[in-house]
């Protein structure tokens, strides 16, 4: 059996698939609203309203739920998405060439995250606490907020929606079917990635793990 | 632009009396005179029910207005103005609302999703609801300009309710280009019968409203904005992030679909030259 290492524990995989699933709910029960008809008319009788409702629910509680009970991995995976640095920026530079021909001389050796993780995870921060501010603002107090900060929240609501929308399909694209990422779906799904595509993938958190493991000895 | 062959009402607040005639008519024409919400009660003011509602398309407003030491009644008939630049037809997802061939804003109920972005990117206040606060189901309610599928008047080739009760004829239907000028023939009446502030309004509001009024007073007393407009988080919502919405989305589906085939190709290209014998 290949060697494995550990990438996500098991409570971090339940969030992320249970906020997965209702982030795809609320993507799916919003996007039929700027849908042609007649797909638009799924909306009728408010019924994707209410389902966009209990999943905002979920969306809110998931993480509410996780986060006192892991205050060190959040604050350590927080940090992660607001750490850049040079690094990145040749990161940008080198992954046109590597998604599209495979070719990882210019691609410096990543940490835990890639650049393209921490863009898409630094996202889900900022654009998930608007996605629920403005959320709030349009479910709780509809009828008692001035109709201009009403109308100001769907407009942000919107702008998240179409930025997460498309890193979405990025997001799965490269989780799923980009013929590279070999271990990403594992990483996800069983929590674990083969030590050579930690290497490989993530050659500096490998590093690191590799490190603290003789330490440990 | 309203065009000259839409169809149009025209009210006169200087020749109404406000015997609420055409509040009553429109309740009773479009069944909204039965079932919980229509029971009124005595606030202590004339304007009853207060304000417009699910049930209530069309309600008469009292303004008392104090000059020189004498009290004025103002009246203004409350209800859907029939935008031609209309917010709530701009933001509708399923086109419940939409205008009519004939200029005004109809409302088809069985489509509406009860979003109530209507009731926000209305400059005038109109679209009333009702909303089950926990679920968030609701359903919107408006003046139809009797065209409610069913009770279609208006397709019939018959004035609308509200037109056909009013006694003093201050309601007034016809050619929105002939109310315009109607509408401007009966300014110049009522100035020669001392409402000299006499004006119309609608005419270029908007795009030029289906409910056009002469009004005695600034608009503001009668419940109206003076320079009414589609909000700018409605043009900013509609015209500019949705398009660019669709096509940040089509682009990053194209982007995708084109790195795996060229990434796919790439990979067996090298994968063959790995098979290659060695020569």
Same mark, same amino acid.
Request: charged content about 15%; hydrophobic content about 40%.
């Given at each position: 059996?290949?060697?494995?290492?550990?990438?996500?524990?098991?409570?971090?995989?339940?969030?992320?698939?249970?906020?997965?699933?209702?982030?795809?709910?609320?993507?799916?029960?919003?996007?039929?609203?700027?849908?042609?008809?007649?797909?638009?008319?799924?909306?009728?009788?408010?019924?994707?309203?209410?389902?966009?409702?209990?999943? =905002?629910?979920?969306?809110?509680?998931?993480?509410?739920?996780?986060?006192?009970?892991?205050?060190?991995?959040?604050?350590?995976?927080?940090?992660?998405?607001?750490?850049?640095?040079?690094?990145?920026?040749?990161?940008?530079?080198?992954?046109?060439?590597?998604?599209?021909?495979?070719?990882?001389?210019?691609?410096?050796?990543?940490?835990?995250?890639?650049?393209?993780?921490?863009?898409?995870?630094?996202?889900? /921060?900022?654009?998930?606490?608007?996605?629920?501010? $403005?959320?709030?603002?349009?479910?709780?107090?509809?009828?008692?907020?001035?109709?201009?900060?009403?109308?100001?929240?769907?407009?942000?609501?919107? /702008?998240?929606?179409?930025?997460?929308?498309?890193?979405?399909?990025?997001?799965?694209?490269?989780?799923? %079917?980009?013929?590279?990422?070999?271990?990403?779906?594992?990483?996800?799904?069983?929590?674990?990635?083969?030590?050579?595509?930690?290497?490989?993938?993530?050659?500096?958190?490998?590093?690191?793990?590799?490190?603290?493991?003789?330490?440990?000895? | 632009?309203?065009?000259?062959?839409?169809?149009?009402?025209?009210?006169?607040?200087?020749?109404?009396?406000?015997?609420?005639?055409?509040?009553?008519?429109?309740?009773?024409?479009?069944?909204?005179?039965?079932?919980?919400?229509?029971?009124?009660? *005595?606030?202590?003011?004339?304007?009853?029910?207060? +304000?417009?509602?699910?049930?209530?398309?069309?309600?008469?407003?009292?303004?008392?207005?104090?000059?020189?030491?004498?009290?004025?009644?103002?009246?203004?008939?409350?209800?859907?103005?029939?935008?031609?630049? =209309?917010?709530?037809?701009?933001?509708?997802? $399923?086109?419940?609302?939409?205008?009519?061939?004939?200029?005004?804003?109809?409302?088809?109920?069985?489509?509406?999703?009860?979003?109530?972005?209507?009731?926000?990117?209305?400059?005038?206040?109109?679209?009333?609801?009702?909303?089950?606060?926990?679920?968030? /189901?609701?359903?919107?309610?408006?003046?139809?300009?009797?065209?409610?599928?069913?009770?279609?008047?208006?397709?019939?080739?018959?004035?609308?309710?509200?037109?056909?009760?009013?006694?003093?004829?201050?309601?007034?239907?016809?050619?929105?280009? +002939?109310?315009?000028?109607?509408?401007?023939?009966?300014?110049?009446?009522?100035?020669?019968?001392?409402?000299?502030?006499?004006?119309?309004?609608?005419?270029?509001?908007?795009?030029?409203?289906?409910?056009?009024?002469? %009004? +005695?007073?600034?608009?503001?007393?009668?419940?109206?904005?003076?320079?009414?407009?589609?909000?700018?988080?409605?043009?900013?919502?509609?015209?500019?992030?949705?398009?660019?919405?669709?096509?940040?989305?089509?682009?990053?589906?194209?982007?995708?679909?084109? *790195?795996?085939?060229?990434?796919? =190709?790439? /990979?067996?290209?090298?994968?063959?030259?790995?098979?290659?014998?060695?020569?």
């Amino acid at each position: 059996m290949p060697q494995e290492v550990e990438r996500y524990k098991k409570q971090t995989r339940i969030l992320h698939w249970v906020h997965s699933g209702a982030f795809l709910t609320l993507f799916l029960t919003g996007l039929i609203l700027f849908l042609p008809t007649p797909v638009s008319l799924l909306a009728v009788g408010s019924w994707t309203r209410l389902i966009h409702r209990i999943a =905002a629910a979920v969306f809110i509680v998931a993480p509410a739920i996780y986060i006192p009970m892991n205050w060190k991995s959040t604050l350590h995976g927080i940090k992660e998405a607001f750490n850049w640095g040079a690094d990145d920026i040749a990161w940008l530079q080198a992954a046109p060439r590597y998604y599209f021909l495979g070719d990882e001389k210019t691609m410096p050796p990543q940490p835990h995250m890639n650049t393209g993780q921490k863009m898409w995870w630094l996202m889900v /921060i900022v654009f998930g606490v608007l996605f629920v501010i $403005t959320g709030v603002i349009m479910w709780a107090f509809k009828t008692t907020a001035p109709t201009a900060l009403i109308q100001w929240s769907i407009f942000i609501h919107d /702008i998240a929606f179409i930025a997460t929308g498309a890193m979405l399909f990025v997001h799965i694209y490269l989780g799923v %079917l980009h013929p590279l990422m070999v271990g990403a779906w594992g990483s996800m799904a069983r929590g674990k990635v083969s030590a050579e595509y930690a290497k490989s993938h993530h050659g500096k958190w490998y590093e690191e793990i590799a490190k603290g493991k003789e330490a440990g000895k | 632009m309203a065009l000259a062959n839409d169809k149009a009402i025209l009210y006169d607040s200087t020749l109404c009396t406000a015997c609420r005639g055409c509040q009553a008519a429109c309740k009773e024409w479009n069944e909204d005179d039965e079932g919980p919400g229509v029971k009124t009660e *005595n606030t202590g003011y004339y304007t009853n029910p207060p +304000d417009l509602g699910p049930k209530t398309w069309l309600t008469m407003l009292f303004n008392e207005v104090e000059t020189n030491g004498q009290v004025k009644w103002l009246f203004s008939r409350r209800s859907c103005m029939h935008c031609t630049d =209309a917010g709530c037809v701009k933001v509708c997802p $399923t086109h419940a609302l939409y205008h009519h061939e004939l200029g005004f804003v109809s409302y088809n109920k069985s489509v509406c999703t009860g979003c109530q972005y209507c009731v926000d990117a209305c400059p005038f206040n109109v679209p009333r609801y009702t909303r089950n606060a926990a679920t968030g /189901i609701a359903l919107m309610d408006k003046c139809t300009f009797c065209t409610t599928p069913g009770l279609n008047r208006v397709d019939e080739g018959w004035e609308p309710a509200c037109v056909k009760a009013c006694p003093p004829k201050a309601l007034k239907y016809g050619n929105w280009g +002939d109310m315009v000028a109607q509408g401007k023939s009966q300014v110049e009446f009522a100035k020669n019968r001392g409402h000299s502030d006499a004006y119309l309004y609608g005419e270029t509001e908007v795009q030029g409203t289906h409910v056009l009024y002469v %009004l +005695d007073a600034a608009p503001e007393i009668y419940g109206l904005p003076s320079n009414p407009q589609v909000s700018a988080a409605t043009i900013a919502w509609k015209d500019v992030i949705q398009p660019l919405g669709w096509t940040v989305g089509g682009l990053t589906i194209l982007g995708l679909g084109l *790195n795996y085939l060229v990434a796919r =190709a790439n /990979i067996i290209r090298e994968k063959e030259k790995e098979n290659a014998p060695r020569s």
